[in-house]
């Protein structure tokens, strides 16, 4: 079981910076591959970002790629995502998920999800 819980989501102008930050609970939590998803109200839950476990592979969206920046620490059991240049449709609740799948930018393979954080851009 591992229990994720993000914080870090605000409003900020366009152009503007946010890091979320999840941190989880529970066991091997570096045996995880972690993702970032966000839903925009009325819109299904889109693939952001995904980290592997050990390896720290990295991968985007391409609408996000070159301003998003997902990163982990596996002492502190924590996930980050650093978003730069944010756009106005960037405006999300903003998810963050875990699996031992290696079809990480499968929404449907991810087993643990938090509560979310919302993310305001306003232009």
């Known amino acids: 079981q591992v229990q994720l819980v993000e914080s870090g989501g605000g409003l900020v102008q366009a152009g503007g910076s946010l890091r979320l930050s999840c941190a989880a609970s529970?066991?091997?939590?570096?045996?995880?591959?972690m993702g970032w998803f966000r839903q925009a109200p009325g819109k299904e839950r889109d693939f952001v970002a995904a980290?592997?476990?050990?390896?720290?592979?990295?991968y985007y969206a391409d609408s996000v790629k070159g301003r998003f920046t997902i990163s982990r620490d596996n002492a502190k059991n924590t996930v980050y995502l650093q978003m730069n240049s944010l756009k106005p449709e960037d405006t999300a609740a903003y998810y963050c998920?875990?699996?031992?799948?290696?079809?990480?930018?499968?929404?449907?393979?991810?087993?643990?999800w938090g509560q979310g954080t919302q993310v305001t851009v306003s232009s």
């Open positions: 529970g066991r091997a939590f570096s045996t995880y591959n």
């Open positions: 980290i592997t476990g050990f390896g720290g592979r990295t």
């Open positions: 998920a875990a699996t031992n799948d290696g079809h990480i930018g499968n929404r449907g393979v991810y087993g643990y």
